[in-house]
């Protein structure tokens, strides 16, 4: 996925064409405006304001208590954007932001926007000082709870969309699918979403969410009310220093944690999933892929893999960088299913 910037008429072509258009401009002056008037938007409620119909400027003054000029302003923009209508001096959500922006959609991203406003806008200071020294902000080592509480609201609203079509397309061993007891393993599951999906749908799975305590603490009330009791449960522990077991499970997942990991790292993991996998048994690892430099621009993937970086240990990694790890381990030649509704992102497929 690409965002690219469109001319809207012939002068605009013609900037285009001939290479009078600052580029660099737009993004350095215009995008930062853009991403952050979305975050304090969904922060000062601005978005829930107009949940209930049509507002009016004042009216959102009065219910946000905020400053008249710069909500107007703010609501300019959020119009351009296409957050908002504007008709008869009235304010209405669009479609769009309708679905994505409000607390109570159940695909709605706003758990991401208060997380990615109150926690991560902060971290992007530190760029330049990881240029330099390759040493990002680690940030699992430094959140406070309030701040794990933010992380995991964040977490689920980046998976509501995902989770479900992982739910439709996730290859599972017949095991799973023949209905009798079976067991799941998900690695910094912590939500739970994808575990969930894949429990409702078999009736004889059921999960265990290996994470961290600090992130348990704050993600077991979220995973309560899915109101999967104990087919999908959580276990606290650290998937680098523990010990998996021996054929255990019949199906292992490893969503969005690869990249907080070393190479090295990561195939100790795959080789210890490989060894607590019964035979037949399937190995997931779900992540945003790291395009090689020259291919195809994707825009998802080369962002994801520099935020990473700069937040956590490694960034992202390669089709072939993830799939060596599970071949390597013994388990056979991966699959992979790429992500039809998060461009960028693809499943890893190995069995054993």
Known sequence: ???????????????????????????????????????????????????????????????????????????????????????????TLTRMARRFTLKDDPMSVYGMMIFNNRVVWHWMSHLGDYLKT???????????????????????????????????????????????????????????????????????????????????????????????????????????????GESQFDFILMSSLAHHFSPEQNQTVASKVAKALRPGGVFIINEFIRPAIGAKPELIGSSTDLFYGLSSTAGNYSIDEISGWQQTAGLTSPKVINYRTVPGRAMVIARK
Request: glycine residues 8%.
């Open 1 to 91: 996925m690409q965002l690219t910037i469109s001319p809207e008429n012939p002068i605009e072509w013609f900037a285009l064409r001939a290479n009078l258009a600052a580029i660099p401009l737009l993004h350095i002056q215009i995008m930062p405006v853009l991403a952050k008037a979305v975050l304090e938007a969904a922060d000062n409620g601005v978005f829930e304001a107009a949940k209930n119909g049509p507002q009016t400027l004042d009216e959102l003054v009065q219910v946000l208590n905020l400053n008249p000029k710069a909500l107007g302003e703010l609501m300019g923009l959020l119009t351009a954007m296409g957050y908002f209508n504007y008709k008869n001096n009235r304010f």
């Open 134 to 244: 390759g040493k990002g902000v680690q940030y699992h080592d430094t959140l406070s709870p309030e701040q794990w509480q933010y992380y995991q609201q964040g977490m689920i609203a980046a998976s509501n969309i995902e989770a479900r079509e992982f739910g439709l397309r996730a290859p599972v061993p017949r095991s799973v699918k023949s209905g009798k007891a079976t067991q799941m393993l998900d690695i910094g599951g912590s939500h739970g979403q994808h575990s969930v999906v894949l429990c409702k749908k078999y009736s004889g799975l059921t999960s265990a969410i290996l994470d961290l305590p600090q992130a348990i603490e704050q993600a077991a009330p979220l995973l309560a009310q899915q109101g999967m009791g104990d087919r999908v449960r959580h276990q606290s522990g650290n998937v680098l220093t523990d010990d998996l």
